[in-house]
């Protein structure tokens, strides 16, 4: 790591010992001054003579072979010429005043008495003068060895060969290449102060060429519209501008544009800038280059194979690189942070018709999901974020796009949207054509479009084709590798390989590149999934032109008349003209119901594709015709370019393209695909302050390194990197690993997700909103019976169809939207309930040109439907005029709620115990329908074509009631149960009756089976509160809400249901807040209304909704957490979707939620562990000592086991319920800070201990570490000594355990042993630290060296030798080898060590202790939470 290897040039730099508070060996365990100890296995210098008889004779040359010769450096030649002579130092032998010889080489090690640093070379010289006879043996170190020192003008014997240091080589920074770097760097800058000054000049005036606009579409109104409206209104009205805000202001910047509006910057290309956007993109690569070229320098790489031989020494390499490093990561960082922008700066500002690429720029909008109240530091935090975001415009998004053109149509494409420049605006617009507002002014533009209406309003929106742009796989990679993360981690790799720290360096490289690969993998095969999805086309049929003729359907545009064929897909957005169609939209709702679309009425009939009613008449992107009115058409179609009649015959089924392109639902959808919202979860939030906090505690132990090493260079180059490594690289993906899991485990259970972070949101869900019908219910009704009406009384219940009378079973058999499609029934499955219970068939072969249908009886008798009025939200109803063929007499039957067909039936109709009736079939769990019926006797069927709606079912009278039973889900109570269990609220929101639904919520448990249910209704006006069970009014309705019981609190004796009436009555009133989480039941609730329910509950918590996909989509968009029980795996509807029907999907969804948060969290607290760990206990400690850590424990910690135990945690089981409590969110809340510092303390109190330990060993002290002793330059080395093996053994067990810590959660994940990966990886890992730490010395544990030493030092201890080849042990004693009691003993306290943080963290952070401090910490300040009952 970069934090040990900066450390080790600053000990190769001092020249003193440490650590600062104590001096090695200088007392022992008694605190007597340690024994001057001898030292053994040092090496004689050469001994240099006048001749080779002066040779002691140990060192006698030997006699030379024949043919050879004995030469001046004491070994045998073939020829001496090119022997060099050592005892010349390099100097000539013209400069000595006697000719010296070399003896050869002393090979045996001597040993040194009383061994004394400050004498050690004349110690050295003394003993091996003694070994080799050249001094007495029983002479005293001192005294005259008679061997003179080396030096040109010496004359005596002999001589030690101590040849002067060479003068080192100097950078005196004038060299041709430090010159060629001034020099290139003083151009570059001119250059862009040129550049910008010449930009200023040029671009003096752009202020005023800049536009704003907005992203809403200038809408274009047809001629038909406007006849349409002077029909409705008398008036003729333009379509609204697409402008809402000023066309040109200087003022205007894009961090001050309203929301829906873009700023338009023109550029066009200059040539000088051009040349310094080229000197640009090579100056980036030059920096990384430079770096490149020091580091190989380092190694000997560049100049003549010697290190060091382009910058002299290592004291200028270091500096030079420290100071091209920052200029690189400055410049780098300044690339990455305008890499949007970069090219356009170097292009000229111009006004936008003169534009070669138009600058568009945006505002970033963020949803920030938390909940609760956020600590003052986070707010703060935030507040200052938000302030620096806003300053220097970091949320504003620019993307350049290039110009286009089509004749004199300039254009640019942004985000799959076309803008056409509109020089009257004089500026970029989106269009939309709006060809109508009513079913008559649609199907006025049922002859298409001429030729040159089509190219006119295609190069206003564009081709009807979506391209998405999916990168090569090398630009894919260079787009993932050009990020910060990347950056941070390619600088570290730097400084790794600058200081012979290449092992590590390339395992984190290959670890970085494969982690690479992998996300540029997904991404591209995620993005080619959404190419598939966008990118198609098809022929079909259209009128141009008066003729039909053969398209692409990318040459489709607003206006046109597409034919319909079976099984075509449709690519665009339509309503129908002619004909029926039935289409396939599951891919749109995930509903796999086929879905009937009728043709426009030729009637002043609102519509509007987006309204529930006009949804019976429109077509969408991306569905497919299952079936259609008439499939053939004859003969081939001809090319556009012969205009010639294909056919004679008219397609009998076609549409109008109302929207093409991104206008469609499809289109939206894959913009919001392509370009996604940022969502911001209170992990998001408080990322912020944890970094912060990582940067800040690297400050501090950047001024330890201050202090410590003292304030020079070294020290200073060591502080700037402790700073970074306090921030783990792979703390980012920490915090989305457990996501995937998540997601990977969801997609087993065939629920699937669209929005990774939002899973994260699961796991913190406390309210969960649910649809009944579909989806607390089974999704199909069963028909019950039928209550008959007749002289305003009730009849009774009839489940024999046959026994009703003739005209309700008309009704019943034609008051439908059902239809048949290959001998199936399509439509409402109530409608195909009651349908199929008629036991009628629907005849194909129509009679009749007036009738939609032929509708046959089981006895013969036949009708014809005449008209249908499909079922509208707003009515809450449907109708049809059908004419019975026997009597010829045209009857209307009009069918819906029967609150509905109270109000529009005739009073003497309705029998006085109405309510009560149809209240109590709700009570009963019916659904409750009612039909009225009108006999308009024989008349003109064209007359009753053209009658309108309202005429048409006015004076009805009622005449039955229809029963339907909504029969619960098997597992629907099993899952309401586990939610409440899990501490999760649950109410219902449905478009079903108050009384219904109640039933069904006190069947399934969401209401208590002895609670009472108040249902609040609106009745003259006024908001009134009634008891379901005894229909008496409530007047105080706050009193009754306050009733819990004394067994629960969170269990009330009153639930409250609205209609949708009362509730919007609540919110007009300002009521609605303080009673929103006391109702369980909002009924009759429409997709609106459901969209602003879940819109208040995410107010008061974090929120989920679950339907059925179908008219609650809206609000499973709107959700924090939206859940489709759809079989579509990709559905649209909301971010998770389940091909499972059952609401036990919830459950899952919110237990893998939790699970996901709280191994989230494990992961951050384990990596902030390490860099505690790593980071304030090893390194200080170390740097203390001036010891480094063995270089295979690092690359076992860094390379290995980091990664592995990440990848473990994130394996932890799925709790197999839900706990009454959801895992912490907070990465700085007092849970998980807890966790971490009572870890880090413990930590800190056990390595210190077994320092301690150490130093009262008798065998450590006088043999400590002592870094002036020992060549400093070997920093692979410095851990061959007792102090590093005692902190490399402590916290490996530390860091490895934190695993084990961090794995526990039994609350959300399953109990720790059922992690079989991580317990595998911990176990293995335990066992490899065991094993090192209390082996002898072996040829595994020497390859960490530790309980090691040189082989010869390892026999005299009484160990066998291990064979594996070692360098020599770079300390006096050659080894450090523990005594066998020292090691178990410390193994003992590693393993206590480990136990306490285990039980810390079980029994303090996750056990009763934390609960109880958590009870009174709220007990005493409250709960920031909000409550109320489940």
């Known amino acids: 790591m970069v934090r040990y290897l900066v450390l080790v040039t600053g000990l190769a730099s001092v020249a003193y010992a440490f650590p600062a508070f104590n001096v090695p060996n200088s007392v022992n365990v008694d605190g007597d001054t340690c024994p001057v100890m001898d030292r053994s296995g040092l090496m004689c210098p050469v001994l240099c003579v006048r001749d080779f008889n002066n040779c002691p004779d140990l060192i006698q040359p030997s006699e030379c072979p024949a043919g050879e010769q004995l030469c001046d450096d004491g070994a045998c030649y073939d020829s001496c010429d090119n022997v060099e002579n050592p005892c010349l130092c390099g100097m000539s032998a013209s400069d000595f005043d006697v000719l010296y010889k070399a003896c050869p080489s002393y090979s045996t090690s001597v040993t040194v008495k009383q061994y004394n640093l400050s004498t050690k070379q004349e110690q050295i010289e003394f003993a091996c003068a003694q070994t080799w006879g050249l001094v007495s043996r029983n002479a005293t170190f001192g005294s005259d060895t008679s061997v003179a020192l080396w030096a040109t003008n010496e004359t005596a014997t002999t001589m030690w060969n101590e040849c002067p240091l060479a003068a080192e080589p100097k950078l005196s920074f004038t060299e041709t290449v430090c010159l060629a770097f001034y020099g290139i760097i003083g151009a570059e800058v001119l250059l862009y102060i040129l550049w910008h000054a010449y930009k200023s000049i040029r671009e003096r005036h752009a202020a005023q060429m800049r536009r704003v606009c907005s992203q ?71 920096w990384i280059a430079l770096l490149m070229i020091i580091v190989l320098d380092y190694y000997g790489k560049v100049k003549g194979g010697v290190a060091y031989g382009l910058l002299a020494n ?148 564009g081709e009807n084709f979506i391209r998405v742009y999916v990168p090569s796989f090398p630009v894919g990679l260079l787009q993932e590798l050009f990020s910060y993360t990347y950056l941070y981690q390619m600088m570290c790799l730097f400084v790794w390989f600058y200081f012979n720290y290449f092992k590590l360096a390339l395992v984190q490289l290959c670890v970085i590149l494969i982690s690479a690969f992998i996300k540029v993998f997904i991404r591209l095969r995620s993005e080619r999934r959404v190419k598939m999805l966008a990118e198609r086309r098809n022929q079909c049929r ?126 939206k959808l894959i913009q919001r695909i392509l370009f996604p919202i940022r969502y911001s979860f209170v992990l998001d939030e408080q990322l912020r302050v944890s970094i912060l906090a990582l940067l800040a505690y690297g400050g501090v132990v950047f001024g330890l390194s201050i202090w410590l090493m003292g304030a020079d260079r070294t020290s200073w ?66 028909f019950y019976s039928v209550q008959e009406i007749a002289n305003t009384t009730f009849g009774n219940a009839e489940q024999n169809i046959e026994k009703l009378s003739d005209q309700i079973q008309i009704g019943l058999a034609s008051c439908h939207a059902a239809t048949e499609i290959d001998q199936q029934l399509i439509g409402n499955p109530v409608d195909v309930e009651q349908f199929q219970a008629t036991g009628w068939r629907i005849e194909n072969n129509r009679e009749d040109a007036h009738s939609l249908d032929t509708l046959i009886a089981p006895d013969h008798r036949t009708v014809h439907v005449v008209r249908r009025f499909e079922f509208e939200h707003a009515r809450q109803s449907m109708s049809v005029a059908v004419q019975d063929a026997a009597t010829r007499h045209v009857h209307v039957f009009v069918k819906g709620s029967f609150e509905r067909i109270k109000k529009i039936a005739r009073v003497d109709s309705v029998p006085a115990d109405y309510d009560a009736v149809t209240a109590a079939w709700a009570k009963q769990g019916c659904y409750v329908l009612a039909l009225a019926h009108r006999d308009l006797g024989e008349m003109d069927l064209g007359s009753v074509s053209r009658m309108p709606r309202a005429q048409l079912e006015a004076g009805c009278s009622l005449v039955s009631l229809l ?203 384990f990596l902030v562990n390490y860099a505690v760990v790593m980071a304030l206990l090893l390194e200080v400690t170390q740097f203390y000592f001036s010891v480094i850590v063995p270089e295979a424990v690092w690359i076992m910690v860094d390379g290995f086991t980091t990664s592995i135990m990440i990848l473990s945690i994130t394996q932890a089981q799925t709790a197999k319920k839900l706990a009454p409590s959801r895992p912490t969110g907070q990465l700085i809340g007092a849970h998980t800070l807890a966790s971490i510092w009572g870890q880090a303390a413990i930590n800190i109190a056990f390595l210190y201990g077994s320092i301690g330990l150490l130093f009262a060993q008798s065998w450590f002290r ?145 056990g009763p202790v934390g609960r109880r401090v958590k009870a009174w910490w709220v007990a005493k300040h409250g709960d920031s939470k909000i409550q109320f009952k489940l």
């Open 717 to 782: 180059y060591y502080g700037l990197f402790v700073v970074s490594q306090a921030f783990p690289p792979l703390l980012p993906a920490a915090l989305v690993i457990g996501q995937s899991v998540a997601a990977d485990r969801l997609r087993r259970q065939q629920i699937f997700c669209i929005d990774l972070p939002r899973i994260n949101l699961c796991g913190k869900v406390r309210l969960m909103l649910f649809d009944k019908t579909g989806t607390l219910t089974h999704s199909g009704m069963q």
């Open 542 to 667: 259209v009128r141009r032109n008066g003729v039909w003729v053969d398209l692409d359907t990318a040459d489709l545009v607003p206006g046109d008349v597409v034919a319909v064929e079976a099984n075509m897909e449709v690519m665009c957005d339509g309503c129908v003209l002619r004909g029926e169609v039935v289409v396939d939209e599951s891919s749109l709702t995930g509903e796999a119901m086929p879905v009937r679309k009728l043709p426009l009425k030729n009637e002043a009939i609102a519509y509007d594709p987006q309204n529930s009613a006009s949804k019976a008449y429109s077509v969408y992107a991306g569905t497919r015709v299952l079936q259609c009115t008439g499939s053939s058409y004859g003969s081939a179609p001809t090319s556009l370019d012969t205009m010639v009649p294909v056919d004679s015959a008219e397609p009998q089924t076609q549409i109008l393209v109302l929207r093409t392109r991104t206008a469609t639902d499809k289109g």
């Open 314 to 461: 290592s004291n200028d390499s270091m500096s030079v690189f420290i100071f091209v490093w920052h200029l690189a990561a400055i410049w780098l960082i300044a690339m990455l942070a305008c890499k949007r922008r970069l090219r356009n700066y170097f292009r000229i500002e111009c006004s936008l018709p003169q534009a070669r690429v138009v600058q568009v720029e945006e505002r970033q909008e963020e949803v920030i999901m938390t909940e609760g109240r956020q600590n003052r530091l986070t707010q703060l935090v935030t507040k200052a974020y938000n302030a620096v975001v806003l300053k220097f415009g970091l949320n504003i998004v620019a993307e350049s796009c290039a110009t286009q053109h089509i004749g004199a149509n300039q254009f640019i494409e942004y985000r799959c949207t076309r803008y056409v420049f509109i020089e009257k605006a004089g500026s970029f617009e989106c269009h939309a054509f709006v060809l109508g507002e009513t079913h008559r002014s649609l199907l006025d533009c049922h002859n298409g479009l001429t030729s040159a209406e089509a190219d006119a309003r295609l190069t206003r929106v």
């Open 963 to 1165: 029963l339907f039973r909504n029969t619960l889900k098997e597992d629907t109570p099993q899952a309401i149960a586990e939610l409440r269990g899990g501490d999760t609220r649950s109410v219902m929101v449905t478009g079903d009756t108050a009384l219904t639904a109640a039933y069904i919520a006190r069947e399934c448990g969401m209401v208590d089976a002895t609670a009472r249910v108040v249902l609040g209704t609106i009745e003259d006006d006024a908001l009134i509160w009634r008891d379901t069970a005894t229909d008496k009014v409530v007047d105080d309705i706050n009193a009754e809400i306050c009733a819990v019981t004394a067994q629960d609190p969170q269990v009330s004796q009153v639930e409250l249901a609205v209609t949708e009436a009362a509730f919007n009555w609540l919110i007009k009133s300002g009521q609605i807040r303080h009673l929103l989480l006391h109702i369980r039941i909002f009924a009759r609730m429409t997709p609106q209304g459901k969209i602003t329910c879940v819109n208040l509950h995410m107010e008061r918590a974090v929120t989920a909704m679950c339907g059925d996909g179908g008219n609650d989509t809206g609000a499973l968009r709107a959700a924090h957490v939206g859940i489709a029980l759809s079989e579509a795996e990709a559905s649209i509807v909301s971010p998770f979707s389940s091909a499972n029907p059952s609401i036990m999907s919830c459950v899952t969804l919110l237990r893998e939620g939790r699970a996901g948060l709280a191994t989230t969290l494990a992961a951050y607290k």
């Open 1262 to 1406: 006088c043999n400590e570490f002592d870094s002036s002793d020992i060549d400093t330059s070997l920093w692979w080395l410095l851990g061959d000594n007792y102090e590093a093996e005692v902190i490399s053994i402590v916290c490996l067990f530390q860091f490895i355990n934190a695993a084990g810590v961090y794995n526990f959660g039994y609350r959300y994940r399953r109990v720790w042993a059922t992690n079989y990966l991580l317990v595998l990886m911990y176990s293995a890992f335990l066992a490899v630290v065991s094993a090192i730490a209390l082996a002898d010395p072996n040829r595994f544990g020497c390859v960490f060296r530790i309980n090691c030493g040189n082989t010869q030092t390892v026999r005299d201890l009484g160990y066998s030798a291990s064979t594996v080849h070692i360098s020599e042990y770079n300390n006096p004693l050659g080894h450090n080898v523990m005594p066998r009691q020292f090691r178990w003993t410390l193994w003992a306290m590693c393993v206590v060590n480990a136990v306490v943080c285990l039980a810390y963290e079980k029994l303090v952070v996750l």
């Open 216 to 286: 809403l579409p200038k809408t274009q109104v047809s001629p038909s519209v406007a006849s349409d409206k002077q029909y409705e209104k008398g008036v003729v009205q333009s379509g609204p501008s697409s402008i809402d805000v000023p066309m040109s202001d200087a003022t205007v910047s894009a961090s001050q544009l309203p929301a829906g509006s873009m700023l338009l910057r023109g550029y066009k290309n200059d040539i000088a800038g051009l040349f310094m956007y080229g000197l640009t993109l090579l100056s980036t690569a030059g």
